[in-house]
């Protein structure tokens, strides 16, 4: 089916809902994930490349962290211009078998996940264009279940597999799952809109 997608990234919780849509779809059809971020051209000051850079570490960073929760190999590339036509040169020349995008986005300066990007890309790519569309306010987690089905997975991830977990706890943004082990107690937060998993020792 799928051997290579990719997936543009930033760092709204748009572009990170669709990286986990992604990710899981590569882990469950054996595929290989390419997450591109795209900047604009800088206008001429080293604070806008400085900030750029910034944003596409922080927006791998989660990809790789989720990607490696799955065992899915991923790899990054950043690369500066009009973000529609990038995006679709570059699925080209990649061999991507499809894009997943998120739509809506509304980090920093680049834009880049908007309505008409998503459209401009669906009207240029080569490829098979999904779009995932997380409105104002959506829960990507929505329920405790699956709160706690997240919740084990970074801990099995993190060789964790025997701790006992507690019901979530739902917060304004997040869930939050107590566990324990043998070796300690933990608190995994939950991004409610990304999906994005963090583990704290607390014990």
């Not at 009009?82 to 997943?100: G, K, S």
Request: charged residues 25%; aromatic residues 4%.
């Amino acid at each position: 089916m799928y051997t290579n997608i990719l997936v543009p990234v930033d760092t709204s919780p748009e572009s990170m809902n669709a990286a986990s849509h992604a990710i899981r779809l590569a882990d469950a059809v054996g595929a290989s994930v390419h997450a591109l971020y795209v900047t604009r051209p800088p206008v001429d000051t080293d604070d806008d490349g400085e900030r750029s850079q910034s944003r596409s570490e922080r927006a791998f960073a989660d990809v790789v962290e989720r990607a490696e929760d799955h065992g899915v190999e991923v790899e990054t590339t950043v690369l500066v211009g009009d973000p529609a036509e990038t995006i679709a040169d570059f699925a080209e020349a990649n061999h991507a078998d499809l894009i997943v995008m998120g739509t809506h986005g509304r980090e920093g300066v680049d834009r880049l996940f908007n309505g008409s990007v998503a459209e401009r890309v669906g009207r240029l790519a080569s490829v098979p264009v999904t779009t995932i569309r997380l409105r104002d306010g959506e829960q990507s987690v929505r329920s405790a279940l699956e709160a706690q089905r997240i919740a084990r997975e970074k801990l099995a991830h993190t060789g964790h597999d025997d701790a006992v977990i507690e019901s979530p706890s739902r917060q304004r943004s997040a869930w939050v799952v107590r566990a324990a082990d043998d070796r300690g107690e933990y608190n995994v937060h939950i991004n409610s809109a990304s999906g994005q998993a963090k583990l704290v020792q607390v014990g």
